[in-house]
């Protein structure tokens, strides 16, 4: 007996994993930057029907690209919500996970890929928001506020607008330098940027207690 008109195949959702995977992995590259849809159909070995069968239009296939690696994260996250004692060496292994992202993880990559889909695409630009963008925010105002709780930060500090200023300047430091090439014509001392920040966000926002 066949499938009822519009419902899916058992394997559905583990072909559509595997489909995004291999689109994901080309995406990575820095010539897959405006890929079209033919090519990201090539890129994931199928045909352009078969991809729009399990996506629609090349926005979702993105899209979906975004969530994977939003889903992908999510233990790295629970684990940057957790603080260590004391503001600065919390702040300063954040930061040092995030700077590893970009090192060894593909995390320069996916931000690339997310500016160069979401910029002025109102479909897009929320999903780069919601699913690059936001999780680290949240993780780091979840940190903070628990440096609240400690009686490690001052109470009258917004800890999600403490979150961005401590986290945005770094992101765009880490493009400057290297998914934008600035390191070659005007380098930066990323070691002692992240020092200078975390100095300055502590004095800006720790206790006095604990400076």
């Known amino acids: 007996m066949g499938?009822?008109?519009g419902s899916k195949s058992r394997d559905h959702d583990a072909r559509r994993q595997e489909i995004v995977a291999r689109i994901a992995k080309r995406l990575s590259q820095r010539d897959a930057m405006h890929a079209s849809y033919r090519e990201l159909a090539q890129s994931a070995e199928v045909s352009l029907s078969m991809?729009?069968?399990y996506f629609g239009r090349r926005e979702d296939v993105i899209a979906a690209v975004l969530d994977q690696a939003r889903q992908n994260a999510e233990p790295y996250l629970a684990q940057a919500r957790q603080s260590l004692e004391g503001l600065a060496p919390s702040m300063t292994a954040f930061l040092e996970h995030l700077r590893l992202g970009f090192d060894?993880?593909?995390l320069g990559e996916l931000?690339?890929?997310a500016l160069t889909e979401g910029l002025g695409n109102s479909v897009l630009g929320?999903?780069?928001v919601e699913a690059l963008l936001e999780p680290s925010i949240e993780a780091l105002t979840a940190r903070l506020e628990a440096h609240q709780a400690a009686g490690e930060m001052r109470p009258d500090s917004n800890a999600r607008h403490a979150a961005l200023m401590l986290l945005m300047p770094v992101i765009?430091?880490?493009l400057h330098q290297r998914e934008l090439g600035g390191a070659?014509?005007?380098p930066i001392d990323i070691d002692r940027f992240l020092a200078d920040q975390i100095d300055a966000f502590v004095r800006a926002h720790g206790?006095?207690?604990y400076l």
């Open 3 to 5: 499938r009822p008109p």
């Open 51 to 53: 991809l729009q069968h």
């Open 104 to 106: 060894q993880f593909g």
């Open 111 to 113: 931000h690339s890929l």
């Open 126 to 128: 929320p999903k780069v």
């Open 172 to 174: 765009m430091l880490l």
């Open 184 to 186: 070659l014509a005007h």
């Open 207 to 209: 206790m006095p207690a």
